[in-house]
């Protein structure tokens, strides 16, 4: 007996593009609809990272009406809709939800000034724990902290202080709401109570915004609002269909991988690229940084970022490949395929050349910037682009294993989403350097994936999660390790990877001292 085609319609907003598609029970993803961002961004002031909020919506309602003329024979059948976004992601709206400002993206650059309002004694148990410069960090790096500062009247007519998750669930449904799985980024989370932190919690007064700015929370799977008549007409979508709650695009990513075991590693290679995995209790994946939450209900993702990860492509075909770009146009394909065929030319170790991504520093290594060591004469700018890949890798292991020790187990897979796991290279690649399987679903999209089964969950198509993934995720390519290759990879993370930072983490720092002396000279 065929089993009646359920179907769901979910929006992915990345950074680079808003996609829209129809998913059924099985996974499969009946048609889609993509819109570049073009430009994804813009920077009034150097550094800074901003856009319409308007823009996502617009995007989205685009897709939307083009995948509406895509599946037509399948629209009526459509049972209700799911969202997942960017993290990190912020709008100021008025009470009426008309953005004050544009919104200010996760990769933004701006700073606050100053720290965080702490007593004198959590000052000293944030020093004594060796946290006090990244308490620092995150309250300069904080857009609420920025704007309160440098737009105050912004700020004092600030009604809500949304994610651009519950933005667009606004603008969806006429309700400021978002899903316990979508709070990530700046602001007062708790991770354990799956929502917002109560005003005396010891970190508060990093991202201290007020409570009253701050929107209303519920569970993946449960309804947020129904589309409006306007989002309707917007959208061609029918008036009344539910907007179920989601998670963030990487709640959403691990869980469309199946990975809903703790021995199994989700690996994200995207503009951020990650490493992640869902565990039943409360771990930090680095000491005092707190886990996300998961879609799983008492569930978390203690996840490593390197951020810049697979921007690192993208920069590396602007600056190196206009010979793949142009070739790339003539032939019909993309640059990246032409890139990725010629990564066999190079072997393991690329012949002594190391890469630290670090374009971006994270909390934990706030002076950290990017470096490639070992170059010698016979190398060549493939020999960069395969560096590159090596260098998330090598940083995405170095996660892999802090994480294996704090937590206790072993991971056993590893299961990779994102645009570079399209790539077969790549994927053997990563399964040589980690030393474990790779596994590939049947689809990239697999953020979409797993936000349409928060919908098929919630309108009790599955009990649970566990049986959504036995439906939904599918193995299509499994890579094994070469243990010859592993071995290269190993001894070249143990004696030269791991000690990179630390012997040129004083040499960023002053870096970083002289240009921030530089750039104050400019300014005066």
């Known amino acids: 007996m065929v089993k009646e085609e359920r179907i769901v319609l979910t929006f992915d907003v990345g950074t680079q593009s808003s996609r829209a598609m129809l998913v059924t029970q099985s996974g499969d993803i009946l048609g889609k609809a993509q819109k570049k961002h073009e430009p994804p961004y813009y920077s009034v002031e150097p550094g800074f990272a901003e856009q319409k909020a308007d823009f996502y919506y617009e995007h989205i309602c685009q897709a939307s009406l083009e995948l509406k003329k895509i599946c037509a ?46 007593s004198q004694i959590t000052r000293l148990m944030f020093k004594a724990v060796g946290m006090e410069e990244t308490a620092n960090l995150q309250y300069q790096k904080s857009h609420c902290n920025w704007i309160m500062q440098n737009e105050p009247e912004i700020w004092k007519n600030c009604y809500k202080f949304l994610f651009l998750s519950g933005y667009l669930t606004f603008k969806l449904t006429g309700h400021m709401k978002d899903a316990a799985a979508c709070l990530v980024g700046h602001l007062p989370i708790d991770a354990q109570s799956r929502g917002w932190q109560k005003k005396g919690a010891l970190t508060r007064p990093v991202f201290d915004v007020e409570a009253e700015k701050l929107c209303e929370v519920a569970e993946s799977g449960e309804i947020l609002g129904k589309i409006t008549a306007q989002a309707a007409e917007d959208t061609g979508l029918p008036e009344g269909l539910p907007l179920i709650a989601s998670g963030s695009d990487k709640a959403c990513e691990i869980l469309g991988l199946g990975c809903d075991e703790k021995e199994k590693a989700a690996v994200g290679f995207g503009t951020t690229a990650t490493i992640t995995f869902t565990m039943n209790r409360y771990l930090e994946p680095e000491r005092f940084i707190p886990p996300y939450i998961s879609i799983i209900p008492g569930c978390f993702s203690p996840e490593i970022e390197i951020f810049r990860g697979y921007w690192l492509i993208s920069w590396f075909k602007k600056e190196f490949a206009e010979k793949e770009v142009k070739q790339a146009k003539e032939l019909g394909v993309s640059a990246e395929e032409l890139l990725n065929e010629r990564l066999k030319e190079i072997p393991a170790g690329c012949e002594g050349l190391l890469f630290q991504p670090y374009f971006t520093p994270n909390v934990t290594m706030p002076s950290a910037r990017g470096a490639m060591i070992g170059f010698s004469d016979q190398h060549t700018r493939i020999h960069i682009y395969r560096a590159i890949i090596e260098g998330i890798n090598f940083a995405l292991l170095d996660g892999m294993r802090l994480m294996e020790k704090r937590s206790g187990h072993k991971f056993k897979e590893i299961y990779v989403g994102g645009g570079g796991s399209r790539s077969s290279e790549i994927c053997q690649i990563t399964a040589d350097m980690f030393g474990l399987p790779v596994i590939r679903t049947q ?10 089964m928060t919908a098929f969950v919630g309108l009790g198509v599955f009990a649970d999660y566990e049986e959504a993934v036995g439906s939904m995720v599918k193995r299509k390519d499994v890579f094994q390790p070469n243990e010859g290759q592993h071995q290269i990879y190993e001894e070249l993370y143990q004696e030269v990877f791991k000690n990179i930072y630390g012997r040129l983490a004083p040499l960023y720092e002053k870096l970083n001292g002289i240009y921030k002396k530089k750039t104050e000279i400019e300014s005066m």
């Open 73 to 118: 024979d399948k629209w009526d059948k459509i049972e209700a809709v799911t969202l997942t976004t960017i993290r990190d992601t912020t709008v100021c709206v008025d009470e009426k939800g008309t953005p004050l400002r544009p919104a200010v993206l996760w990769l933004d650059k701006r700073r606050a000034e100053g720290r965080p309002a702490m």
């Open 443 to 452: 689809t990239y999209e697999v953020a979409g994936i797993g936000s349409a």
